[in-house]
């Protein structure tokens, strides 16, 4: 078999979990499977260099900022590839350009293009275990991109898919895919398997155990993705097809919470078809990606229109609006910057009647006052004030039926 492991920061926080990951590498190697480690930097690596960046001016150069926090990734490949050598088994390091993995130039959030698999697999071939950086490519020019936050996941799946390796397993620090944050709600139950689906949503909606890309490419190419801890054995959880998933019946397979949102509304609006166009292309044009839209039955000549931003563009959203506004006539503009959304997820929403309904009723009996409500066919998503989005999670985590009494004994 060909193996893909991915290990996180926390997986090589220090030598003695690097030791610990090589220990695995070779194991598996041992019993007759090619190899490839990709990993990311140690923790907190990422956001200390980071720092160091902003530290100098308001806009470091993107281009110099992939440069220098590519680095921590290229840091522990090597003290991998070090270390499987001192404990005796060959290997190499092979980076981002020396793959190659190559992406376009949207430095800081790059999308990876195309991926040679030759040099990898000539070393596979010479019996080494690869230890690729993960985060990091290279575009056209030559010049080294990082992939976005989070972004070894996708480095993960991009070379299990390249490769056709037979899995991608993916090393954290929980032990699977959980029916919401287990930090947050210590109720939360391990999944034995997510369809990609259900993983894509949830990314999307802030589960950050794994890159919404990542999940993209696996189920663009079909990589199984398993979702284990580094440091407890377990089986983890297998991200999958629809049709591999068990006839188990639930409806709702997972809770999101996201802190991360603004709300931004702007009053009296004259409602005349243009006038949404003019705002919304105004924010494009500013490159801010909206993400739910409401607007409210007109009253007479005007209306209100409501949309959410990430917290990072409020501000900047509020300026473009407030000149939009007085563009178009619209009265005011107002914003809120302390919103959450909590979102539930689930395949068993396409044949069940009344989820919405129950998350509606669960939130309201918390007192929680819904601001704006977006839906699909497998999730629906409510925008509430961020002080209550931890209440809403383990209230709606019990009213769902998903917690689970015995999930701390069995850690
Ligand atoms: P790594 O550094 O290994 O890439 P991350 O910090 O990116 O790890 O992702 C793992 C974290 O994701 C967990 O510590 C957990 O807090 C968080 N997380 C959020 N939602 C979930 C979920 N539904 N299941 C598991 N973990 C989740
Ligand atoms: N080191 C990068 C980050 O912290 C990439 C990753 O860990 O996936 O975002
Ligand atoms: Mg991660």
Known sequence: MLVVQKYGGTSVRDIERIRNVAQRAIDYKNKGNDMVIVVSAMSGETDRLLNLANSIG????????????????????????????????????????????????????????????????????KGKIVVVPGFQGVDKEGNITTLGRGGSDTTGVALAAGLSADVCEIYTD????????????DKARRLDRISYDEMLEMAGLGAKVLQIRSVELAQKYNVPILVKS?????????????????????????????????????????????????????????????????????????????????????????????????????????????????????????????????????????????????TSEIKVSCVIESKYGELAVRALHTAFGLDDEDVREEK
């Open 58 to 125: 308001k806009f470091p150069d993107e281009r110099e900022v992939d440069v220098l926090i590519s680095t921590g990734e290229q840091v522990t490949s090597a003290l991998l590839a070090i270390t499987l050598k001192e404990m005796g088994h060959d290997a190499i390091s092979v980076l981002g350009h020396q793959v190659k993995i190559a992406t376009d130039s949207s430095f800081g959030k790059a999308r990876i293009e195309k991926l040679e698999k030759e040099r990898i697999l000539e070393e596979l071939k």
């Open 230 to 374: 580094s440091l407890v054995e377990g089986k983890g959880t297998l991200v999958c097809k629809e049709e591999m998933m068990s006839m188990e019946k639930v409806v709702i397979s997972g809770i999101t919470y996201s802190k991360n949102e603004a709300k931004i509304t702007v009053r009296g609006v004259p409602d005349k078809p243009g006038v949404a166009a003019g705002i919304f292309t105004a924010l494009s044009d500013a490159k801010i990606v909206v993400d739910i839209i409401v607007q409210n039955v007109s009253r007479g000549t005007t209306t209100d229109i409501t949309f959410t931003v990430a917290k990072t563009d409020a501000k900047k959203a509020y300026a473009i609006m407030e000149d939009t506004a007085q563009k178009t006539g619209a009265e005011k503009v107002t914003m809120d910057e302390d919103m959450a959304k909590v979102s539930i997820v689930g395949l068993g929403m396409i044949s069940h009647a009344g989820i919405a309904s129950k998350m509606f009723s669960v939130l309201a009996s918390e007192g929680i006052n819904i601001e704006a409500i977006t």
């Open 174 to 185: 929980v032990d699977g895919v959980y029916t919401t944050d287990p930090n947050v709600c």
